[in-house]
């Protein structure tokens, strides 16, 4: 059963990474720490999934008041517990978490062009392109109410 918790100084070294072939998709979970560190001011909430007692993958949104909006700004699956459905539940369960909040009606985010998993993930969750481009990554949104 796959649950969220925060970041805590028990379970922050949880070991987590993506295969060689995804490193420039997504930041290490060290960069996703220093950019919850960063954001902090933003709300940011950098999570651990689980797979009951297993951590099996990383998150990390945040606030952008200027956008009224969330940035889901980090998110993968260790890339020894990958292809079982675990993403599509924890990217659920955090759409749920920013629903949830009810601070903004809007969640943001990037991917990388050529990373069709996570196109396809974001697009089975009812995220939809923009057609803006931000630092080289494409953007996506999904309204929430």
Known sequence: ???????TPDNWRSGLA?????RRF??????????????RNERSRALIIYNDETPVGMALYYDIPDWEC??????????????????L???KQIVDLMRA??????????????DDAAKKLYEKLGFRHTGDDEDGEIVMEL???
């Not at 059963?1 to 970041?7: A, G, K, N, S, W």
């Open 26 to 39: 997504v930041a290490e979970s060290a960069g996703i720490l220093a950019r919850a560190y960063a954001y």
């Open 70 to 87: 969330y940035n889901f700004s980090q998110f993968f699956i260790d890339r020894r517990y990958q292809g079982r459905g675990f993403g």
């Open 143 to 145: 309204i929430l109410r």
């Open 18 to 22: 993506v295969g060689e072939d995804q």
């Open 1 to 7: 059963m796959i649950r969220l918790e925060d970041v």
């Open 89 to 91: 539940d924890a990217a």
């Open 101 to 114: 909040d009810g601070r903004y009606d809007k969640i943001v985010l990037c991917y990388v062009e050529g």
